[in-house]
């Protein structure tokens, strides 16, 4: 069990200040950090590796303490038996494979240790890199390797930067997988660092979301990507779309009320909001489905027509941007946009479930 | 320890020296004004032991004749290679023969205005209230005098008369492992000032000019080594022949021996 | 003559050169790899040899070892042993004349090595030691092993500091340089241009050998 809390600040020249003040527990076996860039979560791993000292606070695995500013101890890096794999895998350029995961491993016939190098690296399918370098192999490979050397060294915790960011996007879920499967088999527990909401729900027992220097919500991940609780969290997990607006009508049995955002309505699910509210909600991009025609027979509270304005490739997917009157965010497989013939000035309708709209206080 | 430095870099000065001569008498030359006698100029080489003798009889040279000179002073080997080497040198004096000789034989000096001028001879220097025990050459014979500083023989000629004295008085076998080669004669006495070598063979006319900064611990008998004459001579191909016979005629008469008689050296007789 | 110079030559600039590579990379890396203030000041003392013409340095040099220098004077009074003149002296000019070149190019090639690999490093359980010796110098030897081809050259052709602390003393502390300008200077010109063709011989011979070995890794 891993418990954190300690406080930093970082001054940059211009004289502004970030503050990074956490506090929070590791229970689970593979936990998630999640959070945009700049919002310190590579900070809080190194704190827990012992490359940055904090200024206050204490860091604790168990009963070993790593870090407590009260009795002025700080237990060097490489005491704390903490693995670390960073985005690019910084495997030494000048050691083959092998010698990068014999690299950390402690006592033990060399025999024995070339041994459990190879089932190593053959768990992950990789024994065919063992004698090669690491210019010789592929992002993925070379992540596997990072692991595996990580592991090799039998840490107590092991750490992930951003692992897949430098992956392409074809091995990034296989490698996701592997990770699990990983943590799974070797029993350590594994803190994963990302900014990208769908690995975190992946591979993930539990999620911090970390904004602005603090941890915002935590929690199983599904809850808290589905159901942000305010703005601040919304954006912290990805909300692309949060709207300001008025409530109108009260909900009648099926809990439903209309939303004024002056330019258009929106069916939203509040409880007991008296009309003249002022309220705010936050919609997925990736929860908006576009049509090329009217439909009236369904299920969805929301129909709204809109023009497409700009059209911008993410990976697989395309975000749109269509204005209703306000501008929505919208995110559909670049498929979906071939097969209904997308482009900038089609007029489009946009459904969206009435429950889709989340209330964020 | 500022004009040993001084001494020393000269050393290396002396390439660029050379090249720096070549462009500044390049210059001169290339004007009509180093045939006429009015404020003409000539660039003298001459041995570093001549140095204070010659610069006094310079400032008499300009009152009479309004010729600057420009001296050049240094080892004689290098002053040799450097007028080989094609340096526009008008006069060269040297401490020694041979090196003289050698230009004679390559056709460089015009030899009716080689003459020898003075005399010089050796003394054994220690340094200044060490409380030596040294008080002749043959002291310098037992191993606890560890370091015996002498010009370079092959390119120093106070080194190769100060071997020949050595060799002649039987002393050469016990010391020679103990000798240190300067590469002037300046430089031994900078050597013996400091403390470095524990004595020093340098010129007579040197302990003159070094004003108590070493002791003499004996003359040399001038039997045993030389004679050490200073020959003059005018180099061929001087752009100005005129300004530099005349030199060397001042130095040859009265008031220019009275000089360098002042700082020790003797006619050549 | 010449063969004991050619012997003398190499003895000094061996050792000299190992004395260099040890006390340039290690000042290297403590420059490249540690903060603390007067650091670039160091830096400029360091640099001081390769700046300043070489008979100032030998200057300075014999005012701190000679036999009333600051520190030979004590040297001498307990043993009667200074080490002007000697041999050792040559070593001592040719290293101080070389050591600001390995501590630049040992400084640039320790510095060139990502930080984060050390980081690794400790990561893995690694002390400092260990790391420099398995991580950071492996990452740097080329760069190091430039630097000491550039130190060796110039302690090879080290002359005016030698000139100064060591003096020319045939047998004993006449190096190559030494020889090829006092042959040059009595008129020996055969003598010299032996020695001078042995000199660039050696020199490049050893350039050529280390780049070989050096750009081995490179593939085509």
């Known amino acids: ?32 950090l999640f959070g945009p860039s700049g919002s310190g979560k590579t900070t809080i791993l190194r704190s827990i590796a012992g490359v940055v000292v904090p200024d206050s606070g204490k860091i604790a695995l168990g009963d070993r303490v790593y870090f407590d500013s009260s009795a002025r101890l ?9 693995g670390f794999v960073f985005q690019d895998s910084l495997l030494f350029p000048h050691l083959t494979a092998e010698a990068n995961v014999l690299y950390g491993m402690k006592s033990g016939k060399d025999r024995e240790k070339r041994k459990r190098v190879q089932e190593l690296l053959d768990l992950f399918g990789i024994l065919h890199t063992l004698e090669r370098f690491p210019r010789e192999l592929s992002g993925g490979e070379q992540q596997r390797v990072a692991l595996a050397r990580a592991l090799a060294s039998q840490p107590a915790l092991v750490l992930l930067d951003e692992p897949l960011s430098a992956v392409d996007v074809s091995t990034r879920s296989r490698l996701l997988q592997e990770i699990v499967e990983m943590q799974r088999r070797s029993n350590i527990p594994f803190i994963h660092v990302t900014h990208n909401a769908t690995d975190a729900v992946r591979a993930g027992d539990w999620v911090l979301i970390l904004d602005q220097g603090r941890i915002v919500q935590e929690g199983l991940p599904l809850e808290v990507f589905n159901s942000p609780h305010s703005v601040r969290l919304a954006r912290a997990v990805g909300t692309e779309n949060i709207f300001a607006g008025t409530v109108l009508s009260q909900s009648g049995d099926d809990g439903i009320s209309l939303l004024d955002l002056k330019a258009c309505q929106l069916a939203v699910s509040f409880n007991g909001l008296a009309p003249g509210t002022p309220a705010t909600i936050g919609i997925r ?50 498929q979906a946009v071939m097969s209904l013939s997308l482009q900038p000035g089609a007029v489009v309708y946009l459904l969206i479930k009435a429950s889709a709209c989340h209330t964020l206080s | 320890m500022r004009q040993a430095w001084q001494r020393r ?24 004004q180093c045939t006429q006698a009015a404020g003409s100029q000539i660039l003298v080489s001459a041995a570093v032991s001549l140095k204070e003798a ?22 004689s080997g290098e002053l040799e290679k450097q007028i080989e080497a094609g340096a526009p040198v008008d006069v060269f004096a040297s401490a020694g023969e041979k090196e003289m000789q050698e230009l004679q034989t390559k056709g460089l000096i015009d030899p009716s205005t080689k003459a020898d001028f003075v005399r010089n001879s ?21 191993p606890q005098v560890k370091l015996i500083a002498i010009g370079n023989p092959r390119t120093v000629p106070a080194g190769r008369y100060a071997k020949q004295l050595l060799v002649n008085e039987h002393l050469w076998p016990q010391i020679h492992s103990r000798l240190v080669f300067a590469e002037d004669v300046r430089q031994v006495l900078d050597d013996v000032d400091h403390g470095e070598v524990d004595a020093g063979i340098v010129y007579a006319t040197d302990v003159e000019i070094a004003h108590g900064k070493v002791s003499v611990a004996a003359r040399a008998p001038s039997g045993d080594y030389g004679p050490i004459l200073y020959p003059i001579a005018v180099v061929k191909g001087s752009g100005n022949a005129a300004g530099a016979r005349g030199f060397v005629k001042l130095v040859l008469s009265s008031s220019g021996m009275n000089i360098l008689k002042k700082f020790g050296f003797l006619p050549a007789k | 003559m010449i063969w004991s110079a050619f012997k003398l030559s190499l003895r000094v600039v061996s050792l000299a050169t190992l004395l260099v590579g040890v006390t340039g990379t290690a000042f290297g890396f403590l420059l490249a790899k540690r903060e603390f203030r007067a650091k670039e000041l160091l830096d400029s003392v360091l640099t001081l040899p390769m700046v300043l013409p070489p008979t100032v340095t030998g200057y300075y040099l014999i005012l701190l070892l000679g036999r009333r220098g600051w520190l030979g004077r004590y040297i001498y009074r307990m043993t009667g042993w200074s080490v002007a003149f000697t041999w050792e002296a040559a070593v001592i000019a040719a290293t101080v004349m070389a050591f600001p070149i390995m501590v630049k190019s040992a400084r640039a090639a320790i510095g060139s090595v990502d930080s984060r690999y050390e980081m690794v490093s400790f990561s893995l359980g690694k002390g400092e030691f260990e790391t420099f010796f398995r991580v950071t110098l492996p990452l740097a030897i080329r760069g190091l092993v430039a630097g000491l081809v550039l130190s060796f050259a110039r302690a090879l052709g080290e002359f005016g500091a030698t000139l100064m602390l060591a003096g020319n003393i045939p047998g004993k502390t006449q190096t190559m340089p030494l020889a090829i300008y006092e042959a040059f200077i009595s008129g020996d010109d055969r003598e010299a241009q032996f020695l001078a063709v042995i000199l660039t011989v050696t020199s490049v011979a050893v350039i050529y050998l280390t780049n070989l070995l050096s750009h081995s890794g490179d593939r085509a």
């Open chain 2, 9 to 32: 870099s000269q050393k290396f000065g002396k390439l660029w020296t050379l090249r720096a001569l070549v462009l500044v008498a390049l210059s001169y030359l290339a004007g009509p």
């Open chain 2, 122 to 142: 050796l003394a054994l220097v220690v340094p200044a209230g060490s409380g030596s025990r040294i008080h002749s050459f043959r002291d310098l014979a037992p």
């Open chain 1, 285 to 334: 991009a990736e929860d908006i489905i576009v049509c090329r025609e009217r439909i009236t027979q369904t299920s969805a509270r929301n129909l709204l027509q809109g023009i497409v304005k700009t059209m911008i490739p993410d990976g697989s997917k395309m975000e749109l941007v269509v204005d209703c009157g306000v501008d929505f965010k919208v995110s559909i497989t670049r």
């Open chain 2, 54 to 75: 010659f610069n006094q009889i310079a400032i008499l040279y300009k009152q009479q004749s309004g010729t600057r000179i420009t001296f050049n002073f240094g080892a």
């Open chain 1, 1 to 32: 069990m891993l418990s954190v809390n300690f406080q930093k600040e970082f001054r940059n020249g211009g004289g502004r200040s970030f503050k990074l003040d956490v506090a929070f527990t590791v229970n689970h076996a593979l936990t998630v």
């Open chain 1, 74 to 82: 700080n237990v060097p890096m490489r005491h704390r038996e903490v």
